[in-house]
């Protein structure tokens, strides 16, 4: 008999996941299922990310490449954070992954030995415990609230400061909950001590002001990115990660040997997406916020919290603890069974650890006409729930 490593056997699944292949089964039964859960653009990449990619490819550009990324990437990279930001990177500090979850293995990787802790957020995106964990670290989980815009209370990450303490990690805008924290919070974390990791991967997403980015503030951090969410490019698996210059041969290195590089024609996606791209990614950001007032206001008709108001990613993390103590059902049960009865997916809170039991994420990455239909489907639910 085989007998799975421990870390494998015991990994938790993503519950998300569990909820779409859910659906899946569902539709291939003949179901009709109105996806609320996952959080993948509709869209299709831009044309020129797509024209790009062709070119390379009919050039032959099919090889490894360095192992940091083409250098004309890394320094478009580094000029589309000078334009953003105003921040001067040098795009010798830069490491481009398959995607932003390769970019945070690496970064745990080089900073935790055995018995190491990265400071997380409960509630938090589902997959950080798995990769500080699988990176070598031990999760700390800092409790936030709905209150305060579910953002870090510097203070509680103050009491969980340790001599094992690697780094804090920051997500803004935030999965789950879509909250953007301020820069005088994010100065303040920083001002703390330890080295910040910021993923950055909905950066551009934002509905009102823009989302502050760590390196404004301070170079003690590492910054995490992609183009999955922004340009619409999940399946192109492209990403990055800005390292202190310590950190970045360490993670060379690792690259060389687990990842080689990232791919040489999906290297020119990017940079025409960094260089080409705005217009389309207005576009698709301006229809993010028709979607996202669509889903907060029949969310509060709905009888669903919505506050604090979501202003980045595309998701709202809906309050449904009445409903939660009214069916005796978990978030968890509560999501398979709006699924079976109500034929939409919906990502349980608990997906994001213990602080987000109760609650219910809604992704607004589907069409409007979808929303319209999938947020009826949970209003009749709801309505026959009392």
């Known amino acids: 008999m085989i007998r799975p490593s421990k870390k494998s056997a015991e990994i938790p699944p993503f519950l998300v996941m569990e909820v779409l292949e859910r659906a899946q089964a569902m539709a291939a039964a003949g179901a009709n299922v109105i996806h609320m859960e996952v959080g993948e653009p509709d869209f ?38 000078r334009t953003q930001y105003g921040t001067a ?18 970064a745990f990787w080089a900073l935790c030995d055995p018995g190491d802790e990265i400071i997380l957020a409960n509630p938090g995106y589902a997959c950080y415990p798995q990769l500080v ?11 936030v609230f709905e209150e305060d815009s579910f953002q870090y209370r510097p203070a509680a990450i103050a009491a969980k400061i340790t001599p094992r303490t690697k780094a804090i990690l920051v997500n803004s805008p935030s999965n789950p909950t879509g909250c953007v924290i301020d820069r005088e919070r994010l100065a303040e974390i920083c001002r703390l001590g330890p080295l910040v990791v910021s993923d950055e991967i909905y950066h551009g997403l934002v509905y009102g002001e823009r989302a502050v980015s760590v390196r404004e503030i301070t170079e003690n951090s590492i910054v995490v990115n992609g183009f999955s969410k922004l340009f619409a490019m999940t399946g192109w698996r492209l990403g990055y990660v ?24 999906v290297q020119n996606a990017g940079i025409a997406a960094l260089n080409e791209c705005a217009v389309d990614a207005a576009r698709m950001r301006t229809e993010y916020d028709r979607r996202r007032r669509l889903v907060l206001r029949r969310c509060r008709e709905i009888g669903l919290g919505a506050a604090p108001e979501p202003t ?13 103590a009214a069916s005796g059902l978990c ?12 034929r939409v997916a919906v990502t349980p809170g608990t997906d994001f650890g213990p602080g987000g039991e109760g609650y219910l994420r809604l992704s607004y990455a589907n069409s409007y006409e979808n929303l319209v239909e999938g947020l009826e489907r949970l209003a009749r639910y709801f309505r026959d729930r009392g």
């Open 312 to 324: 980045g990613a595309f998701y709202v993390f809906a309050n449904a603890k009445r409903y939660c």
């Open 133 to 143: 964990r699988f990176g070598g670290g031990e999760p700390v989980f800092v409790d």
């Open 242 to 265: 800005v390292a202190p210059p310590e950190l970045v041969r360490p993670m060379q290195k690792m690259q060389q040997n687990f990842f080689i590089s990232a791919g040489d024609f």
């Open 89 to 106: 990177i040098d795009p010798d500090a830069i490491v481009v992954t398959s995607g932003s979850s390769p970019a945070l293995l690496l």
């Open 331 to 342: 978030s968890y049960d509560l999501a398979f069974d709006i699924l079976e009865k109500a």
């Open 44 to 81: 299709h990449s831009p044309a020129r990310v797509v024209a790009a990619a062709e070119a390379g490819l009919r050039r032959g550009q099919t090889h490894y490449t360095h192992s940091l990324g083409r250098r004309d990437l890394r320094e478009a990279i580094a000029a589309w954070h």
